[in-house]
């Protein structure tokens, strides 16, 4: 029998407790639930009036992983969601995880969660602006860092304070909190940033996908401002053969990387992160913290 549990008054089955979810440790379902119980209160924070797309891998990292912006089917009636646009003349429903209730249904599916730079009740609207650095092999997070300092200096020349995490597979994310942008002004930034890091940086950085560019550079993905498009949350666990996160790093952690397995986070590592450091992201959330692009 699948177990009912309550949450906020709310009644949620919790399927598959004891199902191994990450072979390589023996991490379950329920240490998943678990973790996303216990970070709560920070991960709802970064998606807060966000619509979510979910990538979900309810066999495990090594089953099959499907993205899904619509709400999954046996979406309870009680889970909030907003419409979005998908075109110009076209708008669909999303999920927006806006408590614990929702957030512990969501993670009975086993899902990554992905948000937009905008909030539901501003669709193109940016209040973040997001570089994923992305390392092209043999490169590795250590790039990353030295990219990410580049770039922390350069927005703050502009005016803006930069704040990093793990992207929770390879690369590193920056994020800066922004007064609310249209998103293609945004881009435009982003890109342009890119692109002068690349010119200062010309045998670190790249600012084009092309794989043939790649080896042994880091990719600054600027795309993820475009409105469309969506990032990894702050906390969320990943899809891959550990259960890592999308972990906040201090910029004294970018500072002191000297091999990728210095910037690689867990889920049991998070907690006693929050306890020590608090949501090193937190800013992030504050509007009296918001910057203005030039």
């Not at 991490?27 to 970070?39: D, I, M, P």
């Not at 992983?65 to 110009?88: D, H, I, M, Q, Y």
């Not at 539901?120 to 092999?137: E, F, I, K, M, T």
């Not at 249209?182 to 045998?203: M, W």
């Amino acid at each position: 029998m699948t177990p009912i549990t309550m949450v906020e008054g709310r009644r949620i089955a919790l399927s598959n407790l004891d199902k191994v979810l990450y072979p390589a440790t023996g991490f379950t379902k329920g240490e998943v639930l678990h973790y996303y119980a216990t970070v709560a209160g920070s991960l709802l924070a970064h998606i807060h009036d966000r619509p979510v797309s979910f990538l979900r891998y309810p066999d495990g990292p090594d089953g099959q992983l499907f993205f899904t912006k619509n709400p999954p089917p046996g979406t309870p009636a009680w889970v909030r969601t907003t419409p979005v646009p998908r075109s110009e003349d076209e708008r669909a429903e999303q999920v927006v995880v806006s408590d614990m209730a929702s957030l512990m249904w969501a993670a009975n599916l086993v899902v990554e969660f992905h948000t937009p730079q905008w909030r539901a009740d501003a669709p193109a609207v940016a209040d973040r602006l997001v570089l994923d650095l992305d390392p092209g092999p043999p490169a590795t997070v250590v790039e990353c860092c030295a990219a990410a300092l580049w770039l922390r200096e350069r927005l703050a020349a502009d005016g803006l304070d930069a704040y990093a995490k793990t992207s929770g597979s390879k690369g590193l994310h920056l994020a800066v909190a922004l007064e609310p942008t249209p998103s293609a002004r945004v881009s435009a930034y982003a890109k342009a940033l890119a692109q002068e890091a690349e010119a200062e940086l010309p045998g670190l950085v790249v600012h084009r996908m092309a794989k043939a560019l790649r080896p042994g550079k880091v990719f600054v993905d600027h795309s993820q401002n475009a409105a469309a498009k969506t990032t990894a949350a702050p906390y969320t666990l990943r899809a891959r053969e550990l259960p890592t996160v999308s972990a906040p790093v201090s910029w004294a952690e970018v500072e002191a990387c000297r091999t990728a397995s210095d910037l690689v986070f867990l889920a049991d590592d998070i907690p006693p992160r929050l306890a020590r450091d608090g949501d090193l992201l937190a800013p992030l959330t504050d509007p009296d913290a918001a910057g203005r692009l030039p």
